[in-house]
């Protein structure tokens, strides 16, 4: 098993930011990678950054976040700027284990973001 822990989410005012952190552990497998992904009411889950680089994510943060990443702790933090007013989004942690293409996922609970004034 994978244990998958996010925290930092909340209530901020659009402009605002919000830092999210999430840790993983394992006594079991090693972890290939983690990601962050977001959820919003009705919607897909969706990648917000892709590991290694900075395409492909979310338009709706882009050059508004900042990833980082310690494999060595297995941590991803994310850093969000100018948070704009989008409602309630969930934020999930993903810590992949397996070679891939092959990667079997684990999720935190998710944090909740929310934008409003």
């Known amino acids: 098993q994978v244990q998958v822990v996010e925290s930092g989410g909340g209530l901020v005012q659009p402009g605002g930011s919000l830092r999210l952190s999430c840790a993983a552990s394992?006594?079991?497998?090693?972890?290939?990678?983690m990601d962050w992904y977001r959820q919003a009411p009705g919607k897909q889950r969706e990648l917000v950054v892709p590991?290694?680089?900075?395409?492909d994510h979310a338009d709706s943060v882009k050059g508004r976040i900042i990833i980082s990443r310690d494999v060595a702790k297995n941590t991803v933090n994310l850093q969000m700027n100018n948070l704009q007013p989008e409602g309630k989004e969930v934020y999930y942690c993903?810590?992949?284990?397996?070679?891939?293409?092959?990667?079997?996922?684990?999720w935190g609970q998710g944090t909740q973001v929310t934008v409003s004034a």
């Open positions: 590991t290694g680089g900075s395409t």
């Open positions: 993903s810590a992949a284990i397996g070679k891939y293409p092959d990667l079997f996922h684990f």
């Open positions: 394992s006594t079991i497998f090693t972890i290939t990678k």
